[in-house]
């Protein structure tokens, strides 16, 4: 049996033109995983010139960032659980309009 063709090919969309996110939906925040590669190249850079200029300091950052990063764990995980908590207060809270029909205006704009 054949597959049947997709939603986008049925109304003549190519699949190029649709959006590959969840853009739409207002409590889903469209990020990328992973940083910034400008951020990290600034980083890089900062990195070398405080090794030129001072290059106990840039030893000891080196040293002691992998240490800062695992104490900054827990604030992290701390932080996922009351962004979860507070989508989930959202969400009952805006059940009743959801259930009437409402439509949120905000849904195409990040929040």
């Known amino acids: 049996m054949a597959a049947a063709p997709s939603a986008a090919r049925a109304i003549g969309v190519p699949q190029a033109e649709l959006p590959a996110t969840g853009v739409g939906y207002a409590n889903v925040r469209v990020g ?4 910034n590669p400008l ?3 600034l980083a890089i850079i900062g990195w070398c ?3 030129v200029l001072c290059w106990p300091l840039a030893l000891l ?5 992998p240490f800062l990063w695992l104490l900054s764990l827990p604030f992290r995980l701390i932080g996922i659980t009351f962004e979860a908590l507070f ?3 959202r969400a009952v809270l805006f059940l009743p309009a959801r259930l009437l029909g409402h439509r949120d205006t905000t849904a195409g704009r990040p929040s």
Not at 61 to 65: D, G, H, K, V, Y
């Open 39 to 41: 951020k990290a190249l």
């Open 32 to 35: 990328k995983r992973g940083e």
């Open 87 to 89: 989508a989930l207060l």
């Open 61 to 65: 950052a080196i040293i002691l960032w």
């Open 49 to 51: 010139l405080l090794l």
